[in-house]
């Protein structure tokens, strides 16, 4: 294959947990949803974990430090320690550090996820505009964050310092729906400066230089429910990734996925990490997994056969990808994603 874009999930006669040294997890509706843990979240990483392979969790949140991360899963039933959580603070405080002289001053828009990062890197956190501060460090500061931070940020920004954000996701998922994100807030700040942050989280480069720097991932998996910053961070970092459909992303997203937005593999839920991988198997201008083929008659995307529904999702990637080739598919998915009565 000479085509430079992913036509089909790819198979694994493996386990994948043992086919990769590393599971790089992303959190919200991959471990746990509003709270809880997902279903089946608890009991794989538990066997993966006991099978040899090594399990960090990769946040884009920066709110929270690395320790109150680690005691939530806990609680939740999955056993972390500190060590295995990097988050998004983590990686635009490494960032700054490698732009900035030790012990510049870096005005805080953010929680203490973000001044327990930056401390950690030489860096020293201060309050105001009016302390001098070299750059912005801005990231999710929650529901307490007060207007004025942003204030701060614009003078400081205004005044020379450059300007950092730990990520640019418009929207966090919590227990009472979905909220602004620190990309929202970014927002508010470019919008009084004109400037353009730096940027370390998911999908872009830092994020993932700083999980591999702290896991030491020879053979990492990057596992994510969402296509834009899991997915395209993989893709980004030249790794693999397997996509769960306990969080954002649905069959229909998964086949308008664009090129970059495509996993290797897909699953259900973390189960598929205990599993191998079937793929999707080509015939003539059609895609067979399982007991499901896919194919495109008449400009319609036509799924018949029965069998585990993944299987079915896997071969209806194929036709989708492969017919949408580097662009996206614009072929209505609704009926076969229905026939497969996923979700
Ligand atoms: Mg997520």
Known sequence: MSQQYRSRPSGSGTPLSEAYDTALLDLDGVVYAGGHAVAHAVESLGTARDGGMRLAYVTNNALRTPDAVAAHLSELGVPAEPADVITSAQAVARLM??????????????????????????????????????????????????????????HAIRGGASWFASNTDLTIPSARGIAPGNGAAVEVVRIATGAEPQVAGKPLPPMHRETVLRTGAKRPLVVGDRLDTDIEGAFNG??????????????????????????????????????????????????????????????????????????????????????????????????????????
């Open 97 to 154: 550090a490698d732009q900035l002289p030790p012990g510049a001053r870096v005005l805080v828009v953010g929680g203490e996820g973000l001044r327990v990062a930056l401390r950690e890197r030489g860096l020293v956190p201060v309050e105001s505009a009016d302390d001098d501060p070299a750059a912005v460090a801005q990231g999710f500061g929650g529901p307490d964050l007060p207007w004025g931070r942003f204030t701060e940020a614009a």
């Open 238 to 343: 030249g790794v693999d990734s397997l996509l769960v459909l306990t969080g954002v992303t649905d069959a229909a997203l998964l086949l308008a996925a664009e090129p970059r937005h495509r996993p290797t593999y897909v699953d259900r839920d973390l189960r598929g990490l205990l599993t191998g991988q079937p793929e999707a198997a080509v015939e003539g201008d059609a895609f067979r997994c399982g007991g499901w083929t896919a194919a495109v008659r008449d400009d319609v995307l036509v799924l018949e056969g029965d069998g585990d529904p993944l299987d079915g999702l896997r071969a209806l990637c194929g036709t989708a990808w492969t017919h949408a080739g580097d662009g996206v598919c614009g072929l209505d998915t609704a009926k076969p994603v229905a026939r497969l009565g996923l979700g």
